[in-house]
């Protein structure tokens, strides 16, 4: 099959990867004015979250952002849907046949959810604990409010994105819960700067009216522009009173640039780029903010020369300069969680000496 065939590609520069990071640790040989950053977007495969956090941080040292994966594998209670429920404040959701429901009361799938999550931050703690030097930041990832709105039902069955106030009333339990939890991940990584990405994959459709009903015969009336600013608005607000760095991924580009004035970076796909969409990469970063960019396929490789050329090309025929390119963060562009953990690894160190390539070529110019 071509995509195992494409999958296995990364496969070889795992194997070399114990060879070839001695070469890579070698000193900075250019300006830091120019280094490219690189995470990634939170899932990954399998069940061991020990070995993934070693395996994430070990790729993702400083300077670039370090992340706690999410490890869906584990089961419904391991996604990054139920570590977004387990945070909520005064809320419940259990498992229904069609998803997630909010309930009055106690939940032991909610509450399972809980114990993940925090069982996933004492398994970072003892790792940063066991670092011989503390990581520049971490990266958490959450459902953003609306599509956490829309990926919980109602008791009566239909999604809660249909009531503007349970809209709201979600929103301000996940605020609640995530000031509450941003405590433990402060305990378990004291000395890094904390980052928390919103996942909004929902957010087009929310906001076009096109989520089905339960009976499937109708949609939802669509979230009014001033809600979804208002309420970015609060939870951005929020978040920087935590001393919290705030990114929305996967959501759709113009929705991105109406929340550029709140969040602090916004995350694109690099695929399928058009020139108007690298413009608008280079309105965001002159606005100040930064652009995460999905550079590296998870299923098919390109050559890092090849990658780092193209990239480069595209930031100056924009615009964008050398010293501008402290606002780029790399990051996959596809799910880890389809392909195995060392693959997955690989695809991190891909993202890393691409990083490095552009730096090198920025100062080379």
């Given at each position: 099959m071509p995509r195992v065939q494409r999958i296995a590609q990364y496969a070889s520069i795992d194997h070399e990867m114990l060879s070839q990071k001695q070469g890579m640790d070698a000193g900075v040989t250019f300006d830091q004015r120019y280094f490219v950053r690189c995470?990634?977007?939170?899932?990954?495969?399998?069940?061991?979250?020990?070995?993934?956090?070693?395996?994430?941080?070990?790729?993702?040292?400083?300077?670039?952002?370090?992340y706690l994966p999410a490890l869906p594998d584990r089961g419904y209670a391991a996604s990054t849907l139920a570590r977004s429920i387990a945070v909520l404040d005064g809320l419940e959701a259990d498992g229904a046949s069609f998803g997630w429901r909010l309930v009055s009361g106690y939940s032991r799938e909610a509450e399972k959810a809980r114990s993940l999550f925090t069982s996933d931050l004492n398994a970072l703690a003892d790792t940063v604990g066991k670092e011989s030097a503390s990581g520049n930041a971490l990266k958490l990832q959450f459902c953003g409010p609306f599509t956490l709105a829309s990926s919980l039902h109602l008791p009566q069955g239909e999604r809660a994105i249909a009531d503007y106030g349970a809209?709201?009333?979600?929103r301000d339990a996940f605020i609640a819960g995530l000031g509450?939890?941003?405590?433990?991940?402060?305990?378990?990584?004291?000395?890094?700067?904390?980052?928390?990405?919103?996942?909004?994959?929902?957010?087009?459709?929310?906001?076009?009216?096109?989520?089905?009903?339960?009976s499937g015969l109708r949609t939802y009336r669509a979230i009014k522009p001033e809600i979804l600013e208002s309420s970015y608005e609060l939870l951005a607000l929020e978040m920087k009173n935590h001393n919290v760095f705030t990114a929305v991924?996967?959501?759709?580009?113009?929705?991105?640039?109406?929340?550029?004035?709140?969040?602090?970076?916004?995350a694109f796909s690099s695929k399928n780029f058009e020139e108007r969409d690298w413009e608008?990469?280079?309105?965001?970063?002159?606005?100040?903010?930064?652009?995460?960019?999905?550079?590296?396929?998870?299923?098919?490789?390109?050559?890092?020369?090849?990658?780092?050329?193209?990239?480069?090309?595209?930031?100056?025929?924009?615009?964008?300069?050398?010293?501008?390119?402290?606002?780029?963060?790399?990051t996959e562009r596809g799910d880890l969680s389809e392909i195995s953990s060392p693959q997955a690894t690989a695809v991190l160190r891909h993202l890393t000496e691409t990083a490095r390539a552009v730096s090198e070529i920025a100062q080379d110019q």
């Open positions: 995470t990634g977007l939170g899932n990954w495969s399998g069940s061991d979250v020990i070995d993934t956090v070693h395996r994430v941080r070990g790729e993702l040292g400083s300077p670039h952002l370090s809209v709201r009333d979600i509450s939890w941003l405590k433990l991940v402060r305990e378990a990584v004291p000395d890094e700067q904390i980052v928390i990405q919103f996942d909004e994959p929902d957010l087009g459709a929310a906001m076009a009216g096109q989520i089905s009903t339960a991924a996967n959501a759709p580009h113009p929705y991105l640039a109406s929340l550029q004035s709140t969040v602090n970076a916004s608008k990469v280079a309105t965001l970063i002159e606005a100040g903010q930064q652009v995460w960019l999905g550079v590296a396929d998870t299923h098919q490789v390109q050559s890092v020369s090849s990658l780092a050329h193209s990239l480069w090309k595209s930031w100056r025929t924009v615009g964008l300069s050398a010293d501008q390119l402290s606002g780029l963060t790399l």
